[in-house]
């Protein structure tokens, strides 16, 4: 370690300009190529799919929002295995995306040549159906300020930890197609959840120091530029500030784009920024979204990792378990163990929520627990370390232990990871088995049990927000 930084006092903020970038890899600036739903035809590649294909594509984007890049087309997706690329199911709109009746809907107006006004009513009622802001985010995640006023860019969820949305964030250098939080990008206001202040931020971590992680996420925080994501945390590094131990920052885009982190104009001004926060004193933490092994598998990939890691910033890597991309414990095996030799930390498996493509994506929770399982008996303890399956519901993250038979009846095993009350955390408790169930709204208690241990205070603090939002 530097005398330069040995020397950092507790609260010293050192000058941006002292910090040298970290790097071990060069990179020439690569342009960010960017396509949408307009621009489906000028996909080259989209050439060799029928035009039946092609058309599907159209309608499905009309709905879902649709964005990918060059480096995705070029890089990551196979085109000789299209349409069963995971990485093409990854990014590229499908048929099965949308409910029959959707489709169908959308699909005869298109032809028809509706006009813009009646597509555009028919496609908001299809979005409504389906689900924008699961778990009850907008209604009971929302935060006040000392006057009452909803902080429409932050949720506060669990005790320790506030999600920030920054406005300069709400989009990603490409769109997953399963992705929970599709309604951010459809254009749609009132679906949107985002804020451009910062003083509203630093503002309700002051008056909260139970506080201890700030999560920066999106769509993406690193589509923003460094001014902007300094902007948000630099003021972190302030005494007053000093309960928010925990930096995170949700991103995918070392998948999408890891030339954000190598050749981008201000790539070195990210670094330092990171470099920053970290000999400032605070644990940061990129929450790096991988699906795929594939995704581990480029040059750029690989070295925007190394140069991240040079920063003393730790990557986690987290993401969800999704029919048509990862449902296969080998693929969770060679994702893991690619994670943990690049020196990331496997996290999350997550349950595909309930939310947008659900139909297309989601596995049956017994399916999911077995994938879990099988791809844990194929790697070391430290892949080890990634949770779940775990549904993120509003009550909170429940995780499904196993399945077991007691009392001549089988179940499910499951425990709250995280709760609303974290008084629930740990404390196992049972389902009754059902093979087809793929959320927790579809599962009831076992043993013939009426309620949950946890429902009335959940069904309680739900009337309360409610009554409050």
């Known amino acids: 370690m530097s005398a330069q930084v040995q020397a950092l006092q507790p609260h010293h903020i050192q000058p941006l300009a002292q910090i040298p970038p970290a790097g071990v890899d060069f990179f020439d600036p690569v342009p960010f190529k960017v396509y949408t739903q307009r621009d489906l035809d000028r996909i080259a590649p989209l050439a060799r799919l029928s035009s039946e294909q092609r058309f599907e594509m159209k309608v499905v984007s009309s709905v879902l929002p649709f964005r990918v890049n060059q480096y995705v087309i070029d890089e990551l997706i196979d085109w000789s295995k299209v349409p069963d690329d995971p990485i093409f199911q990854l990014t590229f709109p499908q048929r099965g995306m949308l409910a029959p009746e959707h489709y169908e809907r959308i699909a005869g107006l298109i032809r028809g040549g509706a006009d813009k006004a009646e597509l555009e009513r028919a496609v908001g009622e299809v979005r409504h159906a389906l689900n924008p802001h699961p778990a009850d985010q907008m209604e009971m995640n929302m935060p ?45 206001k009132e679906l949107r959840i985002c804020s451009s202040e910062a003083i509203e931020l630093h503002n309700y971590l002051r008056r909260h120091p139970e506080v201890t992680d700030l999560l920066v996420t999106g769509g993406d925080p690193m ?23 925990t930096i995170r920052i949700g991103s995918k885009a070392l998948t999408f784009w890891p030339h954000r982190f190598l050749g981008a104009d201000d790539a ?58 990862n449902d296969d414990p080998a693929v969770w095996a060679k994702l893991w163990k690619l994670e943990v030799k690049l020196g990331l930390v496997p996290y999350y498996m997550f349950v ?21 399982r099988e791809a844990m008996q194929q790697v070391s303890g430290l892949a080890r370390t990634a949770r779940g399956p775990s549904m993120s519901a509003s009550p909170g993250k429940v995780e499904i232990q196993g399945v077991a038979e007691i009392a001549g009846e089988k179940v499910f095993v499951l425990r709250f990871i995280q709760g609303r009350n974290p008084d629930w955390v740990q404390r196992p408790f049972f389902a009754k088995f059902d093979d087809k169930a793929t959320w927790l709204d579809q599962l009831v208690p076992a043993f013939g049990e009426e309620k949950w241990f946890w429902q009335d205070e959940y069904e309680a603090i739900r009337e309360d927000r409610l009554a409050a939002a």
Request: neutral net charge; glycine residues 6%.
């Open 144 to 188: 006040r300020d000392e006057h009452g006023k909803r902080l429409e860019g932050m949720q506060h969820k669990y005790r320790e930890t506030v999600l920030f949305f920054p406005t300069q964030g709400q989009t990603c250098h490409s769109y997953c197609s399963f992705c929970f939080r599709w309604a951010q990008f459809v254009g749609d």
């Open 223 to 245: 589509v923003m530029k460094t001014r902007h994501l300094r902007d948000f945390l630099e003021p972190l590094l302030q005494p007053e500030f000093d309960h928010v131990q």
């Open 268 to 325: 070195d001004d990210l670094i330092r920024l990171l470099t920053q926060l970290v000999e400032a004193g605070k644990h940061v933490a990129l929450m790096a979204h991988y699906n795929h092994w594939k995704e581990l598998d480029t040059e750029a990939a690989q070295a925007a990792i190394r140069r991240i890691r040079g920063t003393g910033a730790v990557i986690r890597a987290q993401g969800p378990l999704v029919a048509h991309i």
């Open 352 to 372: 595909e929520r309930d939310t947008g493509a659900r139909n297309y994506f989601e596995v049956p929770l017994v399916r999911a627990w077995e994938i879990y």
